[in-house]
């Protein structure tokens, strides 16, 4: 009886090409999620010199002050031109 039973392991086929490039890709994917998620979660720590940066008086020369827009070219007032009957 202990003939008859067959313990040899299942024949698998080979994963075809775009088999893996699934596989791949999903896990590219999912480190790539655990890369956004970590980047959210830990803060990022600004370097000493950009902060000091930020603090110092600026002269005022240096300190532009912003331009009046511009009108806009597209919008031209309406010709007004009576109604002929």
């Given at each position: 009886?202990?003939?008859e039973l067959d313990f040899s392991p299942p024949e698998i086929p080979e994963p075809t090409?775009?088999?893996n490039v699934l596989?791949?890709?999903l896990f590219f994917g999912a480190i790539f999620?655990?890369?956004c998620v970590l980047a959210i979660i830990l803060p990022v720590s600004k370097s000493h010199k950009t902060d000091?940066?930020?603090f110092e008086p600026k002269n005022p020369e240096t300190v532009k002050k912003p331009k009046a827009?511009?009108?806009?070219?597209s919008k031209k007032p309406k010709k007004e031109t009576k109604k002929k009957r």
């Open positions: 009886m202990a003939a090409f775009m088999e596989r791949y890709g999620q655990l890369i000091s940066d930020s827009t511009a009108p806009q070219i």
